[in-house]
């Protein structure tokens, strides 16, 4: 599971077969002609964003208007991968929900970021005190909360997790969900955004690590009884 959500191809191809919305993409590898601008703006609109397919923390991402924009953004994400993704542009809220569970996951209750930057940057994540603010809960209706709980849930199984996850989706003005990408090994400091769902949710940062261990115990004793030959 997290091999599969470290790669946002092979990630966004599962989701896509299974009927789970997502933005349009297109894939490249090192080997490819790489497309004109017009070509992708046909494919995806403008602005688009170039990243690679498998890093975190916005690291070789950027957002793309102009040629010379876009060709730099390429040429950056390719010295961090031999994939990188080109993205259709969002506008939407950013709305995370945290997933706790093996056969039988549950879902926190969902947050909201929002940021300075033109998007949720490395400068914003990890460097900008001021460049971002959570809201906990998010400030939605309770019916769209539960739909996007939905979505979560049902990509945490799509992509065959077990124990912890962090879905993060788009939620659009006219109220379309669309997933965003999962995080398969989300930051858990007591201010990163996991724990601080769950405990929004009623489960204390101790109590959570808790479960995560019973969590392993539990799929190490049922993995134990696979055959590893005859």
Do not use: H
Not at 20 to 34: A, N, S, W, Y
Not at 97 to 123: H, M, Q, R, T
Not at 167 to 172: G, H, R, S
């Amino acid at each position: 599971g997290a091999a599969v959500g470290m790669d946002k191809d092979v990630m966004k191809r599962l989701l896509r077969d299974a009927g789970l919305p997502i933005g349009k993409f297109i894939t490249l590898r090192l080997e490819d002609e790489v497309p004109s601008l017009q070509e992708v703006k046909e494919k995806l609109g403008i602005p688009c964003f170039v990243k690679p397919a498998n890093l975190g923390s916005s690291v070789g991402i950027n957002r793309a208007e102009t040629e010379e924009e876009y060709l730099a953004a390429v040429k950056e994400a390719f010295e961090f991968d031999n994939k990188i993704i080109i993205e259709e542009f969002i506008a939407g809220r950013e709305i995370e929900c945290a997933i706790l569970g093996n056969e039988n996951p549950k879902a926190s209750v969902v947050g909201e970021i929002s940021f300075s930057d033109s998007f949720y940057s490395y400068d914003a994540k990890y460097v900008d005190e001021g460049g971002y603010r959570i809201d906990i809960p998010a400030l939605i209706e309770p019916e769209m909360q539960a739909k996007i709980q939905e979505v979560a849930l049902k990509t945490f199984k799509v992509l065959e997790c077990e124990g912890f996850a962090r879905v993060d989706v788009f939620l659009t003005k006219d109220n379309q969900i669309l997933v965003n990408e999962i995080n398969t090994i989300p930051g858990f400091t007591k201010i990163s955004m996991y724990p601080k769902l769950w405990e929004a949710s009623g489960i204390a940062y101790t109590d959570l690590i808790s479960q995560l261990i019973d969590l392993a115990i539990s799929r190490f004793e049922k993995e134990k009884r696979i055959k590893t030959s005859r």
